[in-house]
């Protein structure tokens, strides 16, 4: 019979002074577990199936179909309109409001505004929206990451817990000067230490950047500085216009969590807002998984929750729709590594714990997100 064993990956923890009791552990990617793996030094290897027997925190998308958790850059010529467009992305995430047609996952926002002013900010707010939003949280001035930037990073999502999105208006103004400033490992290493913070947080931090004057096949390699940047990023957004003066421009999207998109958009200049006109890009649709179409049946709002082994809901599945060959092993392995659609799609949440008994599942009815 397939092993219904399974690890939980840790949420990192707190120290009582408010710092981090780890070393930035990633926990996105290993168990703190002993028996799950076998350390080499700093390698911690594990197997496939002790992989797949690991539930890790859900880290769901900020923006459904456009920004996943993760490190981002948003790269575009300069004055081409990226700090509206970020602006705006932020305040409607904060508001929990579709951005540019793609749902939002509300949130605390940090908008760092480093080449505006707060009279600035003032005008351009009150242009775009007649309500505000207690979410969202501005600065024009910050430390460098050689200032420990990442210290105060931290210390802020620790007392902003709710927090969703960071975006920095600009990286330049962040990096600071070294001596080895523009070289690939310089670039790589300034998104790294950021990116770090992404992982560990499970949010979006999305870095506007510019773009080069010179022009290139692919349009990313036209982001200024070395392939270190895209290299360490999860993704990067690009906006660029056929012409300076044109109100139109495309936003080109892509990432390791989501497939490339090209957005056709236009500046509505009375309320500063990009507004979308096509999407050239279908938006990724989850392919059909026949267990979440059963445990909608299970796990709904008339009945709210279900408690188990993965024994008995594999054998409740055969039941119910007279399937053959499910295991307890093929549950647990679609559970962990879908449990984001579980949710979003679904609203119902997974979660795994140990008794005395052994391991259960747990499933229950969210309602609407």
Wanted: charged share 25%.
């Amino acid at each position: 019979m397939a092993t219904e064993k399974e690890t939980t990956a840790p949420i990192p923890s707190v120290a009582p002074d408010g710092e981090q009791s780890s070393a930035l552990a990633r926990t996105d990617s290993i168990p703190a577990f002993e028996e799950t793996y076998k350390q080499f030094g700093k390698m911690r290897v594990m197997t496939m199936p002790e992989l797949m027997e690991t539930r890790f925190p859900l880290r769901p998308a900020v923006i459904e179909g456009l920004l996943p958790a993760g490190t981002y850059l948003l790269a575009g010529a300069p004055k081409i309109g990226k700090s509206f467009l970020v602006l705006q992305m932020a305040y409607r995430v904060s508001m929990g409001e579709p951005f540019l047609g793609f749902p939002s996952r509300q949130g605390t926002v940090l908008y760092l505004a480093l080449e505006d002013t707060c009279e600035r900010l003032q005008k351009r707010l009150s242009q775009m929206t007649d309500s505000d939003s207690p979410k969202l949280k501005l600065s024009v001035i910050s430390e460098t990451l050689e200032e420990d930037l990442t210290e105060r990073l931290r210390l802020f999502l620790l007392h902003e817990a709710d927090t969703v999105l960071i975006v920095i208006d600009t990286l330049q103004r962040i990096r600071g000067k070294t001596p080895d400033s523009g070289s690939y490992a310089a670039d790589y290493e300034t998104v790294e230490k950021l990116k770090e913070i992404s992982d560990l947080y499970g949010i979006a931090l999305l870095l506007v950047h510019h773009t080069r004057k010179e022009g290139a096949e692919d349009i990313f390699n036209t982001i200024s500085g070395t392939n270190g940047l895209m290299g360490a990023a999860d993704g990067a957004l690009i906006l660029y216009k056929d012409k300076r003066t044109a109100s139109d421009a495309v936003l080109e999207v892509v990432g390791r969590d989501q497939p490339q998109l090209r957005l056709h958009l236009r500046f509505a200049a009375a309320h500063l807002c990009w507004e979308l006109l096509e999407a050239e890009t279908e938006p990724y649709r989850d392919p059909p998984c026949p267990l979440f179409e059963f445990l909608s049946r299970l796990v709904n709002e008339e009945n709210p929750s279900w408690n188990g082994t993965a024994t008995e809901l594999a054998q409740c599945l055969s039941k119910m729709d007279n399937s053959q060959g499910v295991t307890p092993n093929w549950v647990v392995r679609t559970l962990n590594a879908r449990q984001d659609t579980l949710l979003r799609k679904y609203n119902i949440r997974y979660v795994a714990h140990r008794t005395r008994e052994g391991k259960s599942l747990s499933l229950r009815w969210d309602g609407v997100r």
